[in-house]
Each structure stands twice: as C-alpha cells, then as structure tokens.
C-alpha cells in the first residue's frame, strides 16, 4: 500500500463521520474507481460503523463512577519544605557570620585590643591562630611579627617579650 491509499483510506474513514469536504469526497471516489483494495475497505468500514450505530445501547449493571484523584498532602509540601529548610539555613550562616565579625576579642581585664579584634575578626584565621592570640591577650602583652618578611603572608606570629 503507498501513500495515495493510506490518505484514500483516512480519508474513508473520516468520510463516514461525515468530516470531508467536497473536493476531498470527489478525489476519493476517483481513487476508489481505480483501487479495488481500498474499495473493498471503505465497503467493510462503512458495514461495521452502521451494524455499530444501530446496534441497541447495553444498559449498565451500576453506573461508572469516576473518583477524584487524591494526591497526598506530603508529597505536594515536600519541596516548599526543603526550599524553606535550605532559606532558613542560609540566613542562619548569615546571620552567624555577620555576629562573628562584630564581636571583638577582649583581654583579661575587659577591655578590646585593637589589634587581636582585628585579628579575629579576619576571616582566614585558622584555629591555631586564635588560640595563640586568645592566649597571648590573656598571659600579657604580646608582639606581632611578620616572621622575617615584611607581610603576613604566612599568618601572624606572635612572640612574647
């Protein structure tokens, strides 16, 4: 079967319901002049749509009923509570970080030193640099040195007197 009977038997089909235009009704009929094969199955069709639609309606034992689709409540929250979850922990490490750098280190006595609340308040400060200063603000007055170099490249070393 090529495409002109494919389109001829479509067109067949769709004949029945009544949906061809007139051109597409005369170019029918010339094909079913000169095709035996679709001839054949516009007949069969055409048989089996009016033994269908005469036929008598089946009643029904019980009527159809079509229920509503219930979704679960979890699963239509799940992603505003992660979304809510992931908002909430950002603003928390926020929030946390923004406290960390307004806090100044205070020596023993109470008051801020200017130079370890610099310090700490540097954010690549590992722990064993603030223990160090933490320690030096507590024992007494400390020095900073640059370890040799002339930056503080390498952290800050502190030495006591």
């Known amino acids: 079967m090529h495409g002109a009977c494919d389109r001829a038997r479509q067109w067949a089909t769709a004949d029945l319901d009544g949906e061809l235009s007139r051109f597409e009704r005369v170019l029918l009929s010339a094909h079913l002049v000169d095709c035996p094969s679709c001839r054949e199955f516009s007949t069969a069709i055409g ?7 005469t036929a008598p309606l089946e009643q029904l034992e019980r ?9 679960r409540v ?3 929250l799940a992603p505003a509570v992660a979304a809510m979850a992931v908002t909430v ?8 970080s ?3 750098r307004t806090r100044s280190v205070r020596d023993a006595t109470g008051h ?3 130079v370890t609340s610099h310090l700490a ?3 690549t400060m590992n722990l064993s640099t603030a223990g160090a200063i933490a320690s030096a603000a507590i024992t007494g007055p400390a020095r900073l040195t640059a370890a040799g170099h002339s930056s503080l490249r390498g952290g800050p ?4 007197r």
Do not use: H, Q, Y
Not at 90 to 95: A, F, K, M, T, Y
């Open 47 to 53: 048989g089996f749509t009016e033994m269908l639609r």
């Open 63 to 71: 009527p159809i009923e079509i229920g509503r689709l219930r979704r």
């Open 74 to 76: 979890g699963l239509r």
């Open 89 to 96: 922990v950002g603003l928390g490490s926020i929030l946390a």
């Open 98 to 100: 923004s406290d960390l």
């Open 112 to 114: 801020a030193d200017s």
């Open 121 to 123: 308040s540097v954010d």
């Open 157 to 160: 070393v502190i030495r006591k």
